[in-house]
């Protein structure tokens, strides 16, 4: 199974829409967890938040490639 919190661009793009979706919404729901504990105390590893935001970062970017390829 993928680590969701170290995905890399090549399985980003083998994922389907309705996959890549769930997965967005999942990862953002636990970023704002994450963050949420990071404000109320210390975490044990603090780099998580930068990677979570950049997989995220990467799960919208291939959102909206497929979403503009559809356009064309």
Same mark, same amino acid.
């Given at each position: 199974? /993928? ?6 661009? #090549? ?5 389907? !829409?309705?996959?890549?979706? &769930?997965? !967005?919404?999942?990862?953002?729901? &636990?970023?704002?967890? !994450? ?8 975490? &044990? ?8 935001r @950049?997989?995220?970062? @990467?799960?919208?970017?291939?959102? @909206?490639?497929?979403?503009?390829? &559809? /356009? #064309?």
């Amino acid at each position: 199974m /993928i680590n969701e919190k170290d995905m890399k661009q #090549s399985e980003i793009v083998e994922l389907t !829409l309705a996959e890549l979706k &769930e997965k !967005l919404n999942s990862m953002e729901e &636990e970023f704002a967890q !994450l963050k949420l504990q990071h404000s109320i105390s210390q975490l &044990e590893n603090p780099m998580k938040i930068r990677t979570m935001r @950049r997989v995220i970062a @990467r799960l919208q970017t291939d959102l @909206r490639k497929r979403e503009l390829a &559809e /356009i #064309s």
